[in-house]
Nanobody
Framework: QVQLVESGGGLVQAGGSLRLSCAAS????????MGWFRQAPGKEREFVAA????????RYADSVKGRFTISRDNAKNTVYLQMNSLKSEDTAVYYC?????????????????WGPGTQVTVSS
């Protein structure tokens, strides 16, 4: 069973950057693709980015493409989300989760082992 814990959230001004980390426990981390999702108040959880087991394939939501970068370090059991050019609409709780296989998919319902989340607030 993989357990996930996110960190790196905080308050940042519009146009600024943050890097989120998701640390995983367990020796099977590298066997799975991983994803980042976010949920703003009053809205459904939405896909942000996903990365395959090797890091060779990535997928992004249109709203973050060109601004966010997902990466992973399997030796450290960690997946990252570098967020640049942040906008007020990026304000949300950000979650990482484990995909069902090595393939980077985007549907939240397919993911498991959700972390508790980390708050990102972008002030305009």
């Amino acid at each position: 069973q993989v357990q996930l814990v996110e960190s790196g959230g905080g308050l940042v001004q519009a146009g600024g950057s943050l890097r989120l980390s998701c640390a995983a426990s367990g020796r099977t981390f590298s066997n799975y693709a991983m994803g980042w999702f976010r949920q703003a108040p009053g809205k459904e959880r939405e896909f942000v980015a996903a990365i395959s087991w090797s890091g060779g394939s990535t997928r992004y939501a249109d709203s973050v493409k060109g601004r966010f970068t997902i990466s992973r370090d399997n030796a450290k059991n960690t997946v990252y989300l570098q967020m640049n050019s942040l906008k007020s609409e990026d304000t949300a709780v950000y979650y990482c989760a484990k995909a069902p296989s090595i393939v980077a998919v985007t549907t939240p319902a397919l993911f498991g082992s959700w972390g508790p989340g980390t708050q990102v607030t972008v002030s305009s």
